[in-house]
């Protein structure tokens, strides 16, 4: 799971600089991003050899989603709601009880 985890967040490097690229587009940026992308989706892959494909999936999603959301609350001064934290939790919630 450690894999996903880390490969969920390296998924945010290059949504970082994808956000960077929307407000400064240089094409060097986009193709960062991209290779950021590919790179995270290998932990993705190599999860599949010993943990279920939706389960994974999954994980790996959750991951992102809760890095990509703290980055965005600390550096680029996006809200973070009360909604918006409870639909964070829920989220690891549901990893846990795919997890049994």
């Known amino acids: 799971m450690i ?3 880390i490969g969920g967040s390296v998924l945010t490097i290059g949504d970082i600089f994808f956000k960077f690229w929307t407000k400064n587009p240089h094409n060097w940026m986009y193709v960062v991003g991209l ?15 010993n943990t279920n494909i939706a389960v994974a999936s999954a994980i790996f999603v ?11 609350w600390l550096f680029f001064n996006e809200p973070l709601s009360i909604i918006k934290i409870i639909g964070l939790l829920l989220a690891i919630v ?4 795919l997890e049994i």
């Open 3 to 5: 894999w996903l985890i």
């Open 35 to 49: 290779s950021i992308y590919l790179i995270g989706l290998m932990f993705l892959v190599q999860s599949f050899k």
């Open 62 to 72: 959750v991951a992102n989603i809760i890095t990509l959301t703290i980055v965005s």
């Open 94 to 97: 549901s990893i846990l009880i």
